[in-house]
T-cell receptor, first 117, second 115 residues
Framework: DQQVKQNSPSLSVQEGRISILNCDYTNSMFDYFLWYKKYPAEGPTFLISISSIKDKNEDGRFTVFLNKSAKHLSLHIVPSQPGDSAVYFCAASGVNAGGTSYGKLTFGQGTILTVHP | NAGVTQTPKFQVLKTGQSMTLQCAQDMNHEYMSWYRQDPGMGLRLIHYSVGAGITDQGEVPNGYNVSRSTTEDFPLRLLSAAPSQTSVYFC??????????????FGQGTRLTVV
C-alpha cells in the first residue's frame, strides 16, 4: 500500500522552462512534506519542505504547493537548469492516532527529471 | 563536515552469507534510520532508532537486524543474505524525531549485490 505516490517516473524539460513534479498521498495523518533530490551514486539531499498549515513555500527557484483537500503536492522549478537533472523524491511524515508527532519519512517512488540545454 | 558516513560503498555477497553495513554520524543526532532503494519502489524504511539503546522496525525489517550502542553508530546486519536483498542501502540521521525538524541527512549509500 503506497501511501505516497509519484505517478510520473520521468519528466523531460527544456532549460529555462518550468518543471512541475507531482506527488499524491493517501494518509490524512501526514502533516509535513518534503522534497529530496538525488544525483547518481550519491545520497538524497533535502531540497524544500512544507507544513500542512501552509499551502505554499518558496525557496529561490523552488516552490512547493500543497493542496490538503486533494492530498496533492507539487514542486515547481523555475527556471529549470541542466544541473537540476536528478531524481526527485517526495516524502511525508505525520502524527499517529494518539496525536503524537513522529518523524518517520514515507517516500514516493521518485521522478527522474532531465533538463535539456 | 563528515555528516553521515556509510561503509562499504559496494559489496557482493553469496546467498547465505552475513555482513554488517556500517553507518556513523558526527552531528550528535538522536534519530537514525536505514532505507533501501529499489527501482519503482522509492526508499523504504527498514529499521530506525530514536536514541542509544532504542530501536524499532520500519516497513521492511525482515532479514535485517540493528543495534544502537552509541549515539554515533547504527550498523545494519544482514543475517543470511538473499538475492531479494540486492539493493542500494541508505543510512539517514536527523536531530530529533519530531516533524518540525524533519530534515534528514543521508549517507552516500551502499550498493549490495547478493548472488
Amino acid at each position: 500500500d503506497q501511501q505516497v505516490k509519484q505517478n510520473s517516473p520521468s519528466l523531460s524539460v527544456q532549460e529555462g522552462r518550468i518543471s512541475i513534479l507531482n506527488c499524491d498521498y493517501t494518509n490524512s495523518m501526514f502533516d509535513y512534506f518534503l522534497w529530496y533530490k538525488k544525483y547518481p551514486a550519491e545520497g538524497p539531499t533535502f531540497l524544500i519542505s512544507i507544513s500542512s498549515i501552509k499551502d505554499k513555500n518558496e525557496d529561490g527557484r523552488f516552490t512547493v504547493f500543497l493542496n490538503k483537500s486533494a492530498k496533492h503536492l507539487s514542486l515547481h522549478i523555475v527556471p529549470s537548469q541542466p544541473g537540476d537533472s536528478a531524481v526527485y523524491f517526495c516524502a511525508a511524515s505525520g502524527v499517529n492516532a494518539g496525536g503524537t508527532s513522529y518523524g518517520k519519512l514515507t517516500f514516493g517512488q521518485g521522478t527522474i527529471l532531465t533538463v535539456h540545454p | 563536515n563528515a555528516g553521515v558516513t556509510q561503509t562499504p560503498k559496494f559489496q557482493v555477497l553469496k546467498t547465505g552469507q552475513s555482513m554488517t553495513l556500517q553507518c556513523a554520524q558526527d552531528m550528535n543526532h538522536e534519530y537514525m534510520s536505514w532505507y533501501r532503494q529499489d527501482p519503482g519502489m522509492g526508499l523504504r524504511l527498514i529499521h530506525y532508532s530514536v536514541g542509544a539503546g532504542i530501536t524499532d522496525q520500519g516497513e521492511v525489517p525482515n532479514g535485517y537486524n540493528v543495534s544502537r550502542s552509541t549515539t554515533e553508530d547504527f550498523p545494519l546486519r544482514l543475517l543470511s543474505a538473499a538475492p531479494s536483498q540486492t539493493s542500494v542501502y541508505f543510512c539517514a540521521s536527523k536531530r530529533t524525531l519530531a516533524p518540525l525538524n524533519t530534515e534528514a541527512f543521508f549517507g552516500q549509500g551502499t550498493r549490495l549485490t547478493v548472488v
